[in-house]
C-alpha cells in the first residue's frame, strides 16, 4: 500500500534524478496511519521514550509517531532555527557542508531514541543527529525511515558511525 502512494518525479530538482514525492502518501488517511502505527511499532520495540524528526519531513512524520506511541518529540533543524541554546553540529554534504542544531535541554539521563526520517540517502544528516543526540547525553535505539535508496551509501554511513544501530526503512529502491 506505502509503495504504490510514492510519486516518481523526474528531473527534479535537476536533470537526471528521479524525486520521491512521498505527499501521496500523506494525503491518504489508511496510507499515513499505516505508516504511522509501523513506526510506532518499531519505536516500542526498541523501548524508545522520544522521536526525533529530521527538518522537515521528518517533522511531518515524526510527530503523529510521537502522539501515537506516546513518546516525546524532538526537532533536528538546521542552524539558526531554534530558540534557546542549542547544540550544533557541522556535516559534509555532496556539495558542501551543513548545519544541524538541536535544544541543549531536549533530552534527560537515560532517554532513548528513535530517529525518524523520510528517506535515507547518503547518511549524512542522520549521522549528525545521531552525534547531536550522544553529545546531548541520550542514546539512539534506531533509525527508521519511510524510503531507503539502496543505491546510495546511508545504511553503510551508520553502520560506520554505529555498527549495531539497528536501521529500519519500510521501503527500499
Not at 44 to 66: D, M
Not at 86 to 94: F, I, K, P, T
Not at 130 to 157: D, H, K, N, W
Amino acid at each position: 500500500m506505502l509503495n504504490s502512494r510514492i510519486r516518481d518525479v523526474a528531473d527534479y530538482p535537476k536533470p537526471g534524478i528521479v524525486f520521491k514525492d512521498i505527499t501521496p502518501l500523506l494525503a491518504d488517511p489508511a496510507a499515513f496511519a499505516a505508516m504511522t502505527l509501523e513506526f510506532v511499532r518499531i519505536g516500542r520495540e526498541l523501548g524508545a521514550t522520544k522521536v526525533v524528526g529530521l527538518e522537515a519531513r521528518g517533522f511531518i512524520l515524526a510527530a503523529p509517531v510521537a502522539v501515537n506511541g506516546d513518546f516525546g518529540f524532538v526537532p533536528v533543524r538546521k542552524a539558526g532555527k531554534l530558540p534557546g541554546e542549542v547544540h550544533a553540529v557541522s556535516y559534509q554534504l555532496e556539495y558542501g557542508e551543513a548545519v544541524l542544531e538541536i535544544h541543549r535541554d531536549s533530552f534527560q539521563p537515560g532517554d532513548r531514541v528513535l530517529i525518524v526520517d523520510d528517506v535515507l540517502a547518503t547518511g549524512g544528516t542522520a549521522a549528525a543527529a545521531l552525534q547531536a543526540i550522544g553529545e546531548c547525553g541520550a542514546e539512539t535505539v534506531g533509525v527508521a525511515v519511510l524510503l531507503e535508496l539502496s543505491f546510495l551509501p546511508g545504511r553503510a554511513r551508520l553502520a560506520e558511525e554505529s555498527p549495531v544501530l539497528p536501521v529500519t526503512s519500510l521501503l527500499t529502491v
